[in-house]
């Protein structure tokens, strides 16, 4: 985060704010698509997380915390975007813009015979947790953060970061586990 | 239970995150964000953005769906709708087997703890009539301005789901909506529109043999590509959701341009309620005539009570009142086991809502935002062509 475009941007210039975009708008696209699961979803997502951190830029007191403040901003859009396809969720009619798992597998350098459980049994278990939950797992395995970041990320102390991690692992592993009876 | 080792958990986790996009969908995300921030004002509400962004939605509506809309179809019954309770019946009735229908000062209190569990994101019948968006008011609003619910104080504000999330996309004729409709909860006097209930005399809720006839006497005149699916407007139907049993694919369908939620999987069926459904056996490739194909999964979705949603679902057929949007044109070599009968999209499950006392909805109500609109209504059916690749 770049102190400096943060507050040029609170104070409305646009162009910072652009700049602001352009630097995280790849990162957002990713959490979003782990935790949506859907490339079109995660697009939608993400420019609304963009549109309501402008629109709401200026309630923001201390933009040293940004990240925490608009990581939030993520998860709610997220949320909403499910909210949004809770009931159909199952009906992908625009299947062509959403890779499969084995397509999106490519290029991550992941050896697909060396996952145990099936990419759809993982996702069908992952979409059945919170959205927070969702989003933790993503910061600390996809993005690969130490937990100290990822608490002051979501503004929670570390030894908060590590009781959810398990919880989430545990939900996780329950959800997994109902899915295979 | 067993927990998935870090290396396993972190493999899935970056699979579905994918690779860091490229150039060029970062530049076009950046694009489009650039072009929706160009029309939010700093510090503005949401309700105005979402005029703002109302263009975006609508060029996303282009490329997902085609809507189609045909004005009233008359549809033939075919012993007719099962009779549901009335506005009048007393409110707060929590028995599942008599559909809900919400009177308007019923939907009032509902809405004014729209934000709340258990109302949020709940779908409800109400027997009230819509309003279209005022939009001499709000001049180049449409689409994207709500409508309202007509007699609303404080105003319920009426959405059209996107196109981009949902398949179903009606709208809200000039004249309105007359009632029943189907609505779906989304916060304080705030409703999201899935449609007017069809029906005819003083019912809402439909056996399935009655929906299955009166889908059949639908018009099928619209142009059909192969890569595509026709829906028709959303209907209340009392039945039976059952489940295939297990993984089930004894025939190949092609590779391509399936339609992704009606191939080989794991079943869903709708069945009708004097009947005993246990599950489609494994092996089988007929299912009786007067059973529903929804798309995969969709009994592990519904099954569970969305009154407690974290419930593990059986196996048993669960009855109850379902949203069905039945597909009136598909591709059968493209939907396994969809030949024999008909298809339909389970959309959401009917349960009762409770009603809140005045006192509790009322110090929860906003402060209306909208003047009153114009009414007379026409019942209109809305119809869509959804891509199905």
Known sequence: MNRELVEAARRGDRDAFDALVRQEVAGVYRTAL????SAADAEEA??????????NLRSLREPERFDAWFGRIVVNACRMALRHRRSVREIRIAADEAPSPAERIVGTGIDPEAIAIGADAFDRAFEQLSVEDRHLLTVVYAEDRPLEEVGRLLAIPVGTVKSRLSRARTALANAIDRGSR | MKELDEATLRDHVRRRAGETPDRGVADRLAAAVQTRV???????????????????????????????????????????????????????????????????????????LGDTQPYVDRIVVADVDVAPPPAEAIPGCIPGCPGSVVGSSPRIMVYTPSADTDILRPTIPD??????????????????????????????????????????RMPRTMEFAPNRFTVGPAFVVDTKLASGAGYFCTLETPSEQRIAEFQCGVTGWLAPVDVEPTTILDGSSGHPADWVRVQNGAYQHFAAAESSPDATPGTEPVRGFYVVIPVLKYNATMCFQCDAGA???????????????????????????????????????????????
Do not use: K
């Open chain 1, 46 to 55: 993400t420019q609304d997380a963009f549109v309501s951190a402008w629109r």
């Open chain 2, 38 to 112: 160009g029309e939010v004002r700093q510090g503005s509400t949401p309700l105005s953005a979402g005029w703002a962004i109302a263009p975006m939605r609508a060029r996303l509506a282009l490329t997902a769906a085609l809507v189609v809309a045909i004005s009233l179809i008359a549809v033939p019954l075919a012993g007719g709708p099962l009779p549901s309770a009335s506005s009048s019946a007393p409110p707060s009735s929590a028995d599942p087997s008599v559909l809900q229908e919400l009177s308007l000062s019923e939907l009032q209190r509902v809405v004014a």
């Open chain 1, 34 to 37: 782990a935790i949506l699961g």
């Open chain 2, 175 to 216: 004249a309105g909506l007359g009632g029943p409709v189907i609505l779906r909860i989304q916060g304080v006097n705030e409703v999201e529109l899935i449609g007017a209930a069809p029906m005819d005399v003083g019912g809402v809720a439909w056996p399935v043999r009655s929906f299955i006839t009166a889908v059949d």
């Open chain 2, 343 to 389: 298809v339909a999209i389970l959309y959401g499950r009917l349960e009762p809502v409770p009603i809140p006392s005045g006192s509790a909805a009322c110090s929860r109500a906003m402060p209306a935002m909208i003047s009153a609109s114009s009414r007379g209504f026409d019942h209109m059916t809305q119809w869509l062509v959804g891509r199905s690749t």
